[in-house]
């Protein structure tokens, strides 16, 4: 969990609650050999006290080489290479929410 004192938590239900979301998906960062290791087990608590906070469904997304396609997509754009170390996240993040709405869930 990213925040023990829940802040943002708190604010991402508010956010939720403000855009009328109806679901949450959250990167799961399976090994290579698409095992769930101690990263992934973290984002399924972490989604557990998403839902629990929210009220919402969680759907988790394999989230393996997003960071790196995030990365190279940013190279075609910024020369920058710490403005793409700046963006990386959010880019890796649309890749995930692109996962899901192309494919759903990873079971």
Do not use: W
Not at 18 to 27: F, M, N, P, T, Y
């Amino acid at each position: 969990m990213r925040d023990p004192a829940g802040r943002d938590l708190s604010q991402i239900a508010a956010l939720c609650k403000d855009e009328g979301a109806r679901l949450i998906a959250v990167g799961l960062p399976l090994n290579v050999d698409g095992t769930e290791g101690p990263a992934a087990a973290a984002a399924r608590a972490y989604g557990k006290a998403l839902c629990a906070a929210t009220g919402l469904e969680v759907a988790f997304v394999d989230e393996r080489y997003t960071s790196m396609e995030a990365d190279e997509r940013l190279r075609e754009t910024l020369r920058d290479p710490r403005e793409r170390r700046r963006r990386v996240d959010s880019a890796a993040a649309a890749l995930i929410l692109r996962t899901f709405l192309d494919h759903g869930p990873t079971p």
